[in-house]
């Protein structure tokens, strides 16, 4: 038994809770992808990279490009067909990322990264899920034109779900990673863990790729013995988000821990190390005394640490 | 509230609880790895596509081959490190699926698929979570022997865990599709379905491939109401499991249906409908009165039914 903190409301989890419905049934038929292109309310969003377009609308910005609007920007790339909002169709564009860059020099456009978009609120909370999903897509198509079982160039087909080899007549679908996400915890203490590319400030949880022939039970006890030599027992399950950097799923969870001792994995860590409910809570509610912080609602690591600060019972 | 069957002890989930040390950290050492693979205590798994090679031993069969033995076989074509299993290196190591189709001709080997050897349990129970991890991983080289972003053919480096191109210097990383499989329920009954590939007797749980941009639990309600029309309010999530055909992790769930009537997506089912738990019991214990089955305890399958079977209390 550990004590609880009550934080409040909760948050949104980004991405999630998608209103796109994807219509999977209809991405095989080119008829109708073409009619609702042509249609008026067909709307897309245009990604360069990790860079998104929006129309630049002071605080709140349109991320929704007509087609002839989006064709109007510069040299696209793939279309893929996400689905219908409200009976409208919803696409994402692609472009290069240096095209995207050179956007910026307009003031009608406002062009900046995901992250951003979702941190700082710059767009209507239900694009984010459709962005997630376009962006994911776009970047999959952009790293895919060849034919992996042969080398030949693939052609786009099935509104984006699918690329085809003309030559082997190989199939290749869009690739998602499942990625295990956890916090480990040992009665009143959780693990948390640095990476280099973390602002200076920054905790969160410790995160791998679930590995071929691997469930995520033990995904979760292999990278945190690997990480931070902190073997775990039992695992529990809490939520998973669509996390497109660039395509992956986050696989939330907390684990028993079994043993204090840490030892960290330099190639992949700068720090490791427990903290108290009472720290993890200051942490999310950014008043911790030495300014150290937890990430943002929009990430599931927050809503892992959240879970079980606010939770009375042990996890398992 | 509805009844509950006790079926006796669980099974084991088949592929899971691998005995395996991935010892990860090693992969990039070709020095270690090749005094490992010298060591006389190394082994390979041999598998030729969706084929299994083993030394024929009447009833149980050994998977095991030493580095010699492996190339005296036929032509080999990637070599795969799984890790260590009490200190010893485990390989699997790859041949064409003709190579193991043209060895059934010898009687001391014994060469069958990988479903047959874990629902007949050919082999001893240990084996089967590194013949998934080594057929999961063999596939996926075998369709990724080219570049995706260019074309090139790639070299296959740290133990197999990775392809880099030498030409755009792209890195590719093994493949894992999640997939949810559900079985949504509604009081007394659940849903299951039957793809035209089972034996005519088997209904199964729904399930489909997660998509970029979306979570566990929508992709879920998503698969649910494409294939049968049934729409479902709150998932809970069970267990996982890997699944080497080629190379899925299945997210076994539970699903609160929210509506009765099915509409079925014959593209991909031939059948879908409603089964008390006292049918899900007798089919899961093979004493159907009309013979209908559910899969046997190797598929993640078996175990999603059973638990809701064998619970007193709604999955909600």
Chains 1, 2 share one sequence.
């Not at 038929?29 to 360069?48: K, M, N």
């Not at 950014?286 to 929009?298: A, D, F, I, K, M």
Request: glycine content about 8%; some cysteine; aromatic content about 8%.
């Amino acid at each position: 038994m550990s004590p609880r903190y009550d934080l409040g409301p909760k948050p949104h989890l980004g991405y999630t809770e998608s209103l796109i419905e994807r219509v999977a049934e209809r991405r095989c038929d080119p008829a109708w992808l073409a009619a609702q292109s042509a249609h008026s309310s067909a709307r897309t969003y245009v990604i360069g990279g990790e860079l998104i377009v929006l129309k630049n609308g002071g605080d709140i910005h349109d991320p929704l490009f007509t087609p002839n609007e989006a064709r109007a920007l510069a040299p696209l790339t793939e279309t893929v067909f996400l689905g219908t909002m409200n009976g409208a169709a919803r696409f994402g564009t692609g472009m290069t990322q240096a095209s995207a860059d050179a956007l910026k020099a307009r003031n009608d456009l406002f062009i900046i990264d995901l992250r951003s978009i979702a941190i700082q609120g710059l767009v209507a909370a239900d694009h984010l899920p459709p962005l997630a999903e376009a962006k994911a897509m776009l970047h999959w198509h952009a790293r895919h034109r060849f034919c992996s079982n042969c080398g030949a160039t693939t052609d786009i087909v099935d509104g984006g779900w699918k690329r085809a080899c003309p030559d082997c007549k190989g199939e290749h679908f869009p690739r998602t990673d499942p990625v295990v996400i956890m916090l480990a915890v040992r009665g009143d203490k959780g693990l948390l863990g640095r990476s280099g590319r973390f602002a200076a400030s920054m905790w969160s949880c410790l995160a791998g790729f679930v590995e071929p022939g691997e469930s995520v039970e033990d995904a979760v006890r292999r990278e945190t013995l690997e990480e931070a030599g902190v073997r775990c027992g039992r695992v529990s399950y809490l939520f998973t988000q669509p996390w497109p950097f660039p395509m992956s799923l986050m696989i939330g969870c907390h684990a028993e821990a079994l043993n204090d001792d840490i030892v960290m994995d330099t190639n992949e860590l700068v720090g490791a190390r427990w903290f108290t409910k009472a720290e993890c809570a200051a942490m999310l509610m950014r008043n911790h005394p030495e300014g150290l912080t937890c990430p943002p609602p929009v990430a599931i690591a927050h809503h892992i640490i959240r879970t079980w600060v606010e939770s009375e019972r042990d996890p398992f």
